[in-house]
Nanobody, 116 residues
């Protein structure tokens, strides 16, 4: 009954910005470390960012300084603010609970396309 729904993707020019949202239900959202992954066609799924229950964050080197992960526990929502976007950021972005990665369950994600 856990549900995670991503939104906010779209088409943006290089150098532009997007904010992705991940709405959670069916769980005590505040009690879990959350993650953003992305997957480009023909490539492995890549960890983008992590945020713990205490708000500690970690980022992939490729997005460090450009992306910011955050969470609003009162709204049961996690965000990924993406600035200075590059074509290589093009991918389907997925959110998940860190402890659920072992069961390899993923939603439909949200498409981010960076192109001029």
């Amino acid at each position: 009954q856990v549900q995670l729904v991503e939104s906010g993707g779209g088409l943006v020019q290089p150098g532009g910005s997007l904010r992705l949202s991940c709405a959670a239900s069916g769980m005590i959202f505040s009690g879990y470390t959350m993650v953003w992954y992305r997957q480009a066609p023909g490539k492995q799924r890549e960890l983008v960012a992590t945020i713990t229950t205490n708000g500690n964050t970690n980022y992939a080197e490729s997005v460090k300084g450009r992306f910011t992960i955050s969470r609003d526990n009162a709204k049961n929502t996690m965000y990924l603010q993406m600035n200075s976007l590059k074509p290589e950021d093009t991918a389907v972005y997925h959110c998940n609970r860190a402890d659920l990665l072992k069961v390899d369950m993923w939603g439909q994600g949200t498409q981010v396309t960076v192109s001029s």
